[in-house]
């Protein structure tokens, strides 16, 4: 009885280290968001980041809609709603790639007036 008291024991402490652990790490997570979401410059920079990025994503992803729809465009007419809604995506794209690209480089070359600010 005594040697299975030890071992729910030791289990007891190991889901408590584990959970001590995770909400340590939720924790710095929080006080990392915190400290970039409250400076304007890392708040630029961290949201620039991701506007390169998605575009980084996209010029991945363009190549082969671009294939898609040179494969379907020759195809008869039964494929026309595909094809209408490959080339919507595709102009889609397009302009969500123009639109990350412009507020990029807004984000990466602005000036905050006030830099940081406590919460």
């Not at 400290?35 to 082969?64: K, N, R, S, V, Y």
């Not at 990350?100 to 905050?112: A, F, K, M, V, Y």
């Amino acid at each position: 009885m005594a040697h299975r008291n030890k071992g729910q024991r030791k289990r007891e402490d190991k889901r408590l280290r584990r959970e001590q652990r995770e909400r340590q790490q939720q924790d710095d997570v929080v006080q990392h968001s915190a400290a970039t979401l409250t400076c304007a410059a890392e708040t630029a920079g961290d949201f620039g980041d991701q506007c390169a990025h998605d575009q980084e994503e996209l010029a991945l992803d363009l190549p082969f809609l671009r294939l898609a729809l040179e494969i379907w465009r020759e195809h008869p007419a039964p494929t026309q709603p595909l094809v209408a809604a490959l080339d919507e995506l595709l102009g889609e794209r397009l302009r969500y790639q123009q639109v990350l690209e412009r507020i990029g480089q807004q984000l990466h070359t602005s000036r905050p007036i006030r830099p940081c600010i406590s919460i």
